[in-house]
């Protein structure tokens, strides 16, 4: 998914250098498979873990969020957000 990453840049959870930051913000696309994409995609998915993490650190087990609702409510929030959202980045791909 492209729009979560989106988000958790807009909220400086990632950060990207800024060779990279110039790319998605000038819209030039990613290889697909690339150093850079697969970075991207690790860094959501570390960073989506690390959130849920901290969020049922003194939860009970059954009040726990799991990563992919944390993933979906993510998405929705950037969705709602998106007039205030810097670019996503682009791969060229088939399911895209």
């Given at each position: 998914?492209?729009?979560?990453?989106?988000l958790?840049?807009h909220?400086?959870?990632?950060?990207?250098n800024?060779e990279?930051?110039e790319k998605i913000?000038?819209?030039?696309p990613?290889?697909?498979g690339?150093?850079?994409?697969?970075q991207i995609?690790a860094a959501?998915?570390y960073s989506?873990?690390?959130?849920?993490?901290?969020?049922?650190?003194?939860k009970?087990k059954?009040?726990?969020i799991y990563p992919?609702?944390?993933d979906w409510?993510?998405?929705e929030?950037?969705?709602?957000s998106?007039s205030l959202l810097?670019?996503?980045?682009?791969?060229?791909?088939?399911?895209y």
């Open positions: 998914d492209y729009r979560i990453p989106q958790l840049r909220l400086n959870i990632m950060q990207y800024i990279l930051s913000d000038h819209l030039k990613l290889l697909a690339s150093i850079e994409e697969i995609r959501t998915v989506v873990e690390k959130m849920c993490q901290i969020l049922n650190k003194n009970e059954d009040s726990y992919f609702q944390l409510i993510l998405w929030r950037g969705e709602a998106l810097k670019p996503h980045h682009r791969v060229l791909k088939h399911y």
